[in-house]
């Protein structure tokens, strides 16, 4: 495909995936139409970058399907002026979203390798407002907090409280909760109440588990 051809699926993306999923937000719909998906998946991949599926990225990462994506970040309700930590930020495609709606991003990867490509990915963009870390995703990045939003990009069944109290009061995190490996996964929607936490389900959705956020396995004799 060439750049025409990635413009056009973009827009289809936009038009038939996003746009008649409850996406109404005029500033995620311009980042999203903005934003080259393609860049940010295998070049064997890139002919399928705009459909609407997971697509592998390596090491148990997943690019989101768009949809899922841009309904999670509309419903963390982003100001111009918010601090927001992505958590799995992979080959850096939500951190270039987001960055056009916010002041600032810190990307936390623990995959070298990915956040290699994710640099690599915001610099050719000539974004300047995301900064990346190699860190385990399951600590966050407290030297930045408190945050006035957190995605963590992919599926969890757990949030260690360590993270949850990295967000601002009233802050608001959103993920795919999926409690056990059985079970329906949830887009949800975690806000901050001084010491209290509160979970709200927003709509159904599968997405891989992230590997950092499963819960282990229990035995029983």
Not at 20 to 35: G, Q
Not at 39 to 47: A, E, G, I, P, T
Not at 64 to 69: N, T
Not at 174 to 202: D, P
């Amino acid at each position: 495909m060439n750049d025409q051809s990635f413009n056009r699926a973009r827009k289809i993306m936009l038009e038939c995936q996003i746009r008649p999923n409850k996406v109404i937000d005029e500033r995620v719909l311009s980042a999203f139409s903005e934003i080259p998906r393609e860049l940010f998946v295998q070049k064997s991949m890139r002919d399928i970058a705009y459909i609407d599926e997971d697509l592998p990225l390596s090491n148990g990462r997943y690019l989101m399907e768009p949809m899922i994506l841009a309904r999670l970040i509309q419903s963390l309700e982003l100001s111009v002026s918010d601090n927001v930590m992505i958590i799995g930020v992979g080959t850096g495609y939500s951190a270039a979203i987001i960055s056009q709606i916010v002041a600032s991003v810190i990307g936390i990867e623990s995959r070298a390798n990915l956040i290699q490509k994710a640099e690599s990915n915001l610099t050719s963009l000539d974004i300047t407002n995301a900064v990346l870390f190699k860190e385990r995703l399951q600590d966050g990045y407290s030297k930045e907090a408190p945050y006035n939003a957190i995605l963590i990009d992919g599926g969890v069944s757990f949030i260690p409280d360590n993270i949850l109290n990295q967000l601002a009061n009233d802050g608001r995190l959103v993920s795919i909760y999926r409690s056990k490996a059985e079970t329906a996964g949830e887009a949800s929607l975690w806000m901050r109440a001084a010491r209290k936490f509160s979970r709200t389900c927003l709509f159904n959705a599968q997405v891989p588990t992230l590997e950092e956020f499963k819960l282990k396995q229990e035995f029983s004799f």
